[in-house]
């Protein structure tokens, strides 16, 4: 099994980006999708969380400038970022949930919001 995460990069405060997150292999059914960062000196925190229902979760630093989704048939989340701010400034890593339950981790990308 195989995540891997694409759209990272470097952006003005203000702006937006959108990251994807495609898993590949046997990876089963799924149920939860989301994404965690993980900025310099600090934990990793999750970001959003979308469920095979589609119920969704944000954390509240991105509430209402991040929209989680996901597309069943391609096992890919997406996350469009908007009004990005400097703290937003992280490596962000996707992961899968499946209903084993087992949890699949991205490598990661690097996302750095300059002021």
């Known amino acids: 099994v195989q995540l891997q995460a694409s759209g990272g990069g470097l952006v003005q405060a203000g702006g937006s980006l959108r990251l994807s997150c495609a898993a590949s292999g046997s990876i089963g059914r799924i149920n939860a999708m989301g994404w965690y960062r993980q900025a310099p000196g600090r934990q990793r925190e999750l970001v959003a969380v979308?469920?095979?229902?589609?119920?969704?979760n944000y954390a509240d630093a991105v509430e209402g400038r991040c929209g989680i989704s996901r597309d069943n048939a391609e096992n890919t989340v997406y996350l469009q970022m908007d009004s990005l701010k400097p703290e937003d400034t992280a490596v962000y890593y996707c992961y899968v949930q499946t209903v084993l339950p087992r949890v699949y981790w991205g490598r990661g990308t690097q996302v750095t919001v300059s002021s």
């Open positions: 979308i469920t095979s229902g589609d119920s969704t």
